[in-house]
RNA sequence: CGCGGGAUAGAGCAGUUGGCAGCUCGCCAGGCCCAUAACCUGGAGGUCGCCGGUUCAAAUCCGGCUCCCGCAACCA
């Protein structure tokens, strides 16, 4: 595996801002994006639009822009405003309108066109003439339009331009047998490969320019526009420099992991490799040193969830806007409630009930009043200070209790390595809550099993060790959960003391490592992390 | 027989090498008082959808059935 982390979201359309299920798939490519950095490996983290599609000149018309560049352009900044006001940490934000991404696609298209697996022919689709627009198979009721049924559809047939998927079918199977992790969740897996053996036929890649307002010119035929699809996956490419810098897209290609909605994983996984493998027959960029394509290395299809137990709908007019949740919650807890409440890979419900609970149970009650707990009683009793002693010894004075000290935390980090490499932040926030030896759990039970303000009045030297050890667990805590919780590790590191910036400058290597709270350090205490919620 | 997912305590969910059924919230009782009315302990509450099979042992493997839910070529 090469030393690098390149992860991406899809892009998304812009006919509309973006809703909470759009920030979920971005939070989580965040979170993992900044769980790598953290760990030192080179990473990329891209998000993007997907401004060549129809549906955006519906929105546009509808929206009475005067043009549709002036509406994406104004469609793109949204998207990027509220990224950044959730304090998603892209590298870069690819719309496929830009030219870097055009010459990208047309070198692509040439390089399937040379390997021969692009070929003309008939595709007859249906058409309403009462809705003024192509059905689809799934949009008929009985073979006809559900808004017309009494208008016969017509058959309109039309010449496009096909991609030879069929040629690949065989080269994918080996590639589903070769690597199963190429596709997660299992579940996810089974469906891709059935579907593969059983109905993988060629795709239709262009559309008539005539009745098409936007989109991509087919290289070397003005007539057809390239379809959306087709274009959208070489998003993943462009970004990195295809057709426009060989050696930026070297250093990131082939992405580590795709992070899609479950809606489009057949598009990621059964589509977009087979493309690769054709196109890498005739581009040696696209081919590793043994001539084989390079293929992204997996890619990971979560659930979708539903609002209070209904589909997200705009006629139902649910869709949350993140925005106006994080004027409500610190948005640091509304990806710790998405990352953590839904099981990565499935299906799950946010509701603004659980929001709430999670809220002041995972985060209020254990992790903030831990912090706030530990914080307030060293620097009442050591003089505003990390009490002075043995980090050895402290990490090993306890014996008795549950907690497990230094060996503890070193056992829970490397359960937090392997799901981050798995790509399981539930679960990884399930054990920093709730492991056994040591978590948050069982540092609340520390405290109370050894009853430091009680402890002060008999025997401080014991009271130090303790409060110590409570406290470099709170550091090492703030650094496990960092990637999901930025902000809150910020806040936990300052009033330990700590300078968020120059620790991380450290690596992780050395933060991890019992001891890295130094004695003496003055303490800030006093910042409430999570404010109680206002009872409405 | 189109493909696939789900069915575990009042609610929401964990539980992929088969080994005494767990977590969070809620509820009841108690402890503690450092802390954000927070923390800790104990308790009540489950035929792990139904039927059958394999096994010393199945929520977990196999077969059948019931009920929900997605997807089914142009739709993040």
Redesign the pocket.
Known sequence: MKNHYYVTT?I??VNDKPHI??AY?TIAADALARAHRLRGVPTFFLTGTDEN???NLEAAEKAGATDLQTYLDFMAEIWKNTWRELGISYDDFIRTTEERHHKGVERFWRAVEKSGDIYKAD?E?DYCVGCEEFK???ELMDGKCPLHPNRPLQKVKEENYFFRASAYKENLLQLFRDKPEFIQP??RY??IK??VERAY?D??ISREAKKLACGIAVPGDESQRI???FDALINYMTAVGYGTDDELFKKWWPATLHL?????IKFHCALWPAMIMSAAKSDALLQAADGSPLLPERVFAHG?FTIEGY?ISKSLGNAVDPLELAKTFPFDAVRYFLLREI?FG?D??FSLA?LE?RYS??L???L??LV??VI??SAKYFDGKVPNVDAASASQAFADTEWTGASGLAALWQIIEDKIQAARLDHMLEAIW?AQGASL?TA??L??QT?P??LIKQDPEKTAAVLYALLEACRQFAWMVEPVMPHVAEGILIQLGQDAASERSKGLEVLKAWGGLKPGTELRPGT?????LEKV
């Open positions: 899809p998304y359309y299920g759009s798939t599609s129809q549906k595709y689709r689809t198979p799934s299992v579940s089974n469906e059935s579907y036929e795709f239709s379809y959306v699809w899609v909605g479950k809606d489009i979708f589909k099981p499935e799950g419900d659980r609970d149970s995972d209020g009650n254990r903030g009043n706030n707990r307030a009683m709730s759990t609340n039970k405290v109370e009853q303000f009680k409430v992390l999570f404010p109680p």
